[in-house]
T-cell receptor, first 115, second 117 residues
Framework: GAVVSQHPSWVICKSGTSVKIECRSLDFQATTMFWYRQFPKQSLMLMAT?????????EQGVEKDKFLINHASLTLSTLTVTSAHPEDSSFYIC???????????FGPGTRLTVL | GENVEQHPSTLSVQEGDSAVIKCTYSDSASNYFPWYKQELGKGPQLIIDIRSNVGEKKDQRIAVTLNKTAKHFSLHITETQPEDSAVYFC????????????????FGTGTLLAVQP
């Protein structure tokens, strides 16, 4: 199957700082990528849909000014958590849709801990 | 809104037995149903998927069945092995087609499968 990578795999930061997470499709071009958040023992919660060259579409209840998404190329999307607080601590996972189908391949996830 | 229900939430089986996980979706227009396996601390891994134009798909020890009328789909794992232990998620989406609006996956709540050696 297709490969999606994320960097970093884990990050610890102080409250009030910003953190950037990268998501890359390694062997295919993805016009659409998705960002999810997952709390322990829970399902995946879609945060936003990222389309190359256009603004991201955020799900209801997700603050777009806090979670900045940039999809500048067909293989890279970034999620920046601005002014992070302890309640932002979570497991963030991206996925990329492999065209021309709707099959989504997931990255390995990024564990964010905000102190 | 769209919803996917998944049962059971936990499932324990003996090595070599079969495991079945069931999902029900609410959006009758859904036409794509993937299953993901997630190991602790890792991202979900696609293990099998099915589209609405077929009723069953099999890949070695894994099979998925789809009943469009009842809006049910199920994952079947035969001859389970300890390495099958993980959380399994079903999902559903409505793929409009190439060039259509971007679809999104609606996930079930997950099933923790434990295969006892």
């Amino acid at each position: 199957g297709a490969v999606v990578s994320q960097h970093p795999s884990w990050v610890i930061c102080k409250s009030g700082t910003s953190v950037k997470i990268e998501c890359r499709s390694l062997d295919f071009q993805a016009t659409t990528m998705f960002w999810y958040r997952q709390f322990p023992k829970q399902s995946l919660m879609l945060m936003a849909t990222s389309n190359e060259g256009s603004k991201a579409t955020y799900e209801q209840g997700v603050e777009k000014d806090k979670f900045l998404i940039n999809h500048a190329s067909l293989t890279l999307s970034t999620l920046t958590v601005t002014s992070a607080h302890p309640e932002d601590s979570s497991f963030y996972i991206c996925s990329a849709r492999q065209p021309p189908t709707d099959t989504q391949y997931f990255g390995p996830g990024t564990r964010l801990t905000v102190l | 809104g769209e919803n996917v229900e998944q049962h059971p939430s936990t499932l324990s089986v003996q090595e070599g037995d079969s495991a079945v996980i069931k999902c029900t979706y609410s959006d009758s227009a859904s036409n794509y149903f993937p299953w993901y396996k997630q190991e602790l601390g890792k991202g979900p891994q696609l293990i099998i998927d099915i589209r609405s134009n077929v009723g069953e798909k099999k890949d070695q020890r894994i099979a998925v069945t789809l009943n469009k009328t009842a809006k049910h789909f199920s994952l079947h794992i035969t001859e389970t092995q300890p390495e099958d232990s993980a959380v399994y998620f079903c999902a559903a989406s409505r793929f409009i087609g190439v060039g259509g609006a971007t679809n999104k996956l609606i996930f079930g709540t997950g099933t923790l499968l434990a295969v006892q050696p």
